[in-house]
Nanobody, 114 residues
Framework: QVQIVESGGGLVQPGGSLRLSCAASASFFSINAMGWYRQAPGKQRELVASINSGGSTIYVDSVKGRFTISRDNAKNTLYLQMNSLKPDDTAVYYC????????WGQGTQVTVSS
């Protein structure tokens, strides 16, 4: 059974930082490429960052230089360090494989507002 649990979201002021975590079942995490996705109100879900089993990363242009994705394969955990947050980063953040499976976790809400 696939288990995905995202955490670490919250309310932060512009310019602040948050660190998201995603704990997943071993079979789901394994050696697969993983990604952080986000969905803002009224918008489609988008891939924000991804990392393969070897540690190579890809970022969407809007977060380059501000977000860092990492993974701990021993703990089946994915992380997203988010710095210099902007109001446009407000969204529900999800983790999934890349490309994603049809099953999604509950996500974690990130709200950037003064």
């Amino acid at each position: 059974q696939v288990q995905i649990v995202e955490s670490g979201g919250g309310l932060v002021q512009p310019g602040g930082s948050l660190r998201l975590s995603c704990a997943a079942s071993a079979s789901f995490f394994s050696i697969n490429a993983m990604g952080w996705y986000r969905q803002a109100p009224g918008k489609q879900r988008e891939l924000v960052a991804s990392i393969n089993s070897g540690g190579s990363t890809i970022y969407v242009d809007s977060v380059k230089g501000r977000f860092t994705i990492s993974r701990d394969n021993a703990k089946n955990t994915l992380y997203l360090q988010m710095n210099s947050l902007k109001p446009d980063d407000t969204a529900v953040y999800y983790c999934n494989r890349r490309p994603p499976l049809s099953v999604w976790g509950q996500g974690t809400q990130v709200t950037v507002s003064s």
